[in-house]
């Protein structure tokens, strides 16, 4: 049995991009953390580049489209180390760049919300128990200035329409959690230098990453049911 006095995180789409990033830095900052990722090749290859670097983590496959794959991978969680304090609901896929609404295919919208707002739902259902046992948790929904209500404009719905949801998602539970010691929160990156966001974005992972890990480690006084970037509070 592994130390279980450390606190416990898992972060979905872990393999590549701003999810390896706050792989990176929360285990860094000590937390024992379980990088996730729908491909094992991929997610195994993120976890042994961050164990070279001294950094202590393990790879567990966890497919969000998958209820079953999402049940398996918090029990791992709870049998190997008797906790979940931390998730990062960071696996996102964005299919119609480009697109109107009125001519983006309807499996594409319900392929987008699969993986943006059902992943997210059903992983932070599987882990309240865990963290009401615990008096602890900290939920971090990683959403993006295209969900923005305050700036909500064309291109990319099904994308849109996901991480406006991804944002109600945040604010219900909040609401529901309050009086416990499990903060819920959402955040945006930034446009982000990604295999999402291209090579001409502005900002690097580290600076996508950062608002991320801040909330995954938010203090017991910390806010919860906000929206934040670059660790201050932003328009929904």
């Known amino acids: 049995m592994n130390d ?3 606190r416990v995180a898992i972060v979905t789409g ?10 990176k830095d ?42 079953a794959s999402i049940e398996e991978a918090v029990r791992f969680a709870e049998g190997e180390f008797e906790r979940v304090d931390v998730l990062v609901n960071n696996a996102g896929i964005s ?17 987008t919300l699969r993986t943006n707002f059902y992943g997210p739902l059903l992983l932070s259902r599987a882990v309240i128990p865990s963290m ?13 200035d295209l969900g923005s209500m305050n700036s909500m404009g064309g291109g990319y719905p099904a994308y849109r329409i996901s991480k406006v949801a991804l944002n109600a998602l945040t604010r219900i539970l909040a609401w529901e959690l309050s009086g416990t010691n499990i903060k819920i ?17 502005p900002r690097s992972v580290e600076q996508g990453a950062e608002t991320a890990v801040w909330l995954a480690m938010l203090p017991d006084g910390g806010p919860s049911g906000g929206y934040f970037r670059d660790r201050k509070p932003a328009e929904w």
């Open 4 to 6: 279980n006095t450390r």
């Open 14 to 23: 872990g393999n590549k991009g701003v999810g390896l990033q706050i792989c």
């Open 26 to 67: 929360l285990a860094a900052k000590g937390l024992q953390v379980i990088l996730t990722a729908r491909n094992p090749e991929l997610g195994k290859a993120a976890c042994d580049q961050l164990s070279a670097q001294g950094l202590e983590l393990i790879f567990h496959r966890l497919d969000v489209n998958d209820a």
């Open 95 to 111: 299919l119609d760049a480009g697109k109107r609404l009125q001519d983006v295919a309807v499996e594409a919208v319900e392929s």
């Open 132 to 144: 009401r046992r615990n008096n602890y948790g900290r939920i971090v929904n990683v959403s993006s």
């Open 185 to 201: 929160n959402s955040m945006t990156p930034g446009w982000v230098r990604t295999d999402m966001g291209g090579a001409g974005a």
